[in-house]
Nanobody, 118 residues
Framework: QVQLVESGGGLVQAGDSLRLSCAAS????????LDWFRQAPGKEREFVAR????????YYADSVKGRFTISRDNAKNMVYLQMNSLKPEDTAVYYC???????????WGQGTQVTVSS
């Protein structure tokens, strides 16, 4: 069993930065690829970023590439999303998801709200 708890969201202005955190508890947390997704009002949940189990490989949606950085600290069971140069279109609830070897998501966090004002 893995529990994911996101934190770090808030209200910021365009151009500001935020760092989201996802605390992953459970013995097998480090065995999962960890992803960040987001869901804006009235829209479907969309992929933002992924980091491999070791942290050696990362992937980003085109919309955030060059502005967001995903990282993880397996010793602390934490994954982070550093978000720079935020835009109003980044406004969404951000979720952390644990992706297994088959590409399925076994666990999700409850989400943290990010609001970017123009």
């Amino acid at each position: 069993q893995v529990q994911l708890v996101e934190s770090g969201g808030g209200l910021v202005q365009a151009g500001d930065s935020l760092r989201l955190s996802c605390a992953a508890s459970g013995r097998t947390a480090s065995s999962y690829t960890l992803d960040w997704f987001r869901q804006a009002p009235g829209k479907e949940r969309e992929f933002v970023a992924r980091i491999s189990r070791s942290g050696g490989s990362t992937y980003y949606a085109d919309s955030v590439k060059g502005r967001f950085t995903i990282s993880r600290d397996n010793a602390k069971n934490m994954v982070y999303l550093q978000m720079n140069s935020l835009k109003p279109e980044d406004t969404a609830v951000y979720y952390c998801g644990a992706r297994n070897w088959a590409g399925q998501y076994d666990y999700w966090g409850q989400g943290t709200q990010v609001t970017v004002s123009s």
